[in-house]
Structure formats: C-alpha cells, structure tokens
C-alpha cells in the first residue's frame, strides 16, 4: 500500500495511506491529538507509581515517546507494551519530527532507542521505562488478566479496520485490564462507545483534541457499586 509522510496542522508529521484515505494521526495536528487523548486523559489521571499501559497499534512510537518524558516528570515506573502488526520503515521513522518539539535534550537519543529496542523482549529504555515491543495482530495476543493498567486504543479507524473494534476486542482488553484499568481513544464512534459499555466498561465522552469535538474514555471500574 502507498505511504506518504505528511505534516499535521501543529507541524508534527504523520504518514498517509492514499487508498484508505486514512493518516496515522488527526491532520488537526499530531503532537496535539496524541498529548490530549493519551497524555492528559489518559496517562494524567493515572497516579500509581508502577504502570503498566498497553498501546494498540505504536507505528511512530510518538505515545510512547510522550508517555517517556510524561512519566519521568511523575516519577512512575513504566511497562509499556508496544503492540504492532506492521512496523513503519526506517526511513519513515526517520521522517518524523517530534523530537524537535520537545526541549529536552535527551529526546532523540530516547526515540532512537525506543526504535532499535528488540522486538518481543522487555527492554530497558532508562531506569523509569521498559519497552515491550510485540510484532502481533492484536486478534492472535493473549495477555495476562488483570495485567495492565492502562491502554491506549490508537487503531486505524473502525471506517477502514472495523475488525479492530469489535466487541469480541474489546472484552479482551477488559480482562486484561486491572479493576481500576482504564482505556483511551481518540474515537467518539456512537457503536464503538455502545459495544464498550456492552462488555462492561463505564464510557465516558470528553472533550476531542484541537478539530475533534470528542474522544472517548472508557473504565473498568470494578471496585465501584454499580
Ligand atoms: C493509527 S496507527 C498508530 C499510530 C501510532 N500510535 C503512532 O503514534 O504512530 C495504527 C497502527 O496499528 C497497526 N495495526 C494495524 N492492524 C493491526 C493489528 N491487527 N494488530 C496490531 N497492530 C495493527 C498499524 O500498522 C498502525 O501502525
């Protein structure tokens, strides 16, 4: 399939497919969208000192990269589970421009590392943060139950991979969450948010990023009376 790599309306890239008409970002902005779903309603809320977040679907790697500093400054311990069935090329990786947005000097040696680290092995990206990168389709992973506590929902959209948001998906990531575990997306799909709630997760509207008037978080809540 055709790839392009673009910028977003903040000035972060993204790659483009053409055929689905479909960017690994919102085009209202990368940096942007991927700050306020993952960063501030996800990662944000969450105050444990050891965390474990799951991504589906890392192609860039700019989550993780954000979560990395996020994370430092909070002084959390992070596993990061990086799930993708199709990793970017090298050459795209190098495309993109999110280190020059941030100001810590470490940015780049820390997105190059999160990018060589091996595949299918806990790596220690620094003493706060391991990588788990896992070259899977989500339909064929199996976790742990209970076993993370935070997952970043960052599929191509139910528009062009609707087997991706799937009841069936979705009651996997319920279990393999612990009781307080907790999902964000970007997507405010009305289904999506409906078969959520049908597995169990409490769903929550929020406010979108910059273009976007919603995103969706969805909780386990299992410790609260229903
Ligand atoms: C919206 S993009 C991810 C954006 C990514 N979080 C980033 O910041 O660059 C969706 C990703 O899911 C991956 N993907 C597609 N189908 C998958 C599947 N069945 N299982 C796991 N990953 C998949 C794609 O290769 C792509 O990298």
């Given amino acids: 399939m055709k790839r392009e790599l673009v910028k977003t309306a903040d000035g972060s890239t993204t790659i483009y497919l053409p055929e689905w008409n479909e ?20 990662l944000n809320p969450k105050t ?49 421009n999110y280190t020059s947005f941030s100001n810590d000097p470490e940015a780049v040696e820390i ?18 943060f391991v990588l788990e990168k896992i070259g899977k389709q989500i339909q064929e992973l199996e976790l742990e139950k209970g076993s993370i506590d935070l997952c970043y929902y960052d599929a191509f959209g139910p528009r ?9 998906i979705f009651a996997k990531i319920y279990d393999w969450l612990s009781p307080d575990g907790v ?3 970007y997507c405010a799909k009305g289904q999506m948010k409906r078969d959520l ?30």
Avoid at 23 to 42: P, T
Avoid at 111 to 128: G, M, P, Q, V, Y
Avoid at 207 to 225: D, F, N, V
């Fill in 23 to 42: 960017h690994y970002h919102s085009s209202h902005g990368a940096l942007q969208e991927a700050q306020h779903v993952f960063i501030k309603h996800g």
């Fill in 160 to 168: 062009v991979q609707p087997e991706l948001w799937t009841p069936e």
């Fill in 183 to 185: 999902l964000v997306t």
């Fill in 197 to 226: 709630k049908s597995v169990g997760f409490e769903v929550l509207s929020l406010p979108g990023p910059p273009g976007k008037r919603e995103m969706t978080k969805a909780i386990k809540s299992l410790r609260r009376p229903h």
């Fill in 48 to 96: 444990e000192d050891y965390l474990t977040i799951f991504e589906m679907g890392f192609g860039t790697g700019l989550n993780a990269l954000l979560t990395y500093f996020a994370s430092e400054k909070r002084h959390q311990y992070v596993h990061y589970i990086g799930l993708e069935a199709y990793p970017p090329a090298e050459a795209e990786i190098k495309g993109m």
């Fill in 111 to 128: 997105f190059n590392k999160l990018h060589r680290a091996d595949w299918n092995t806990a790596c220690e990206i620094s003493e706060h």
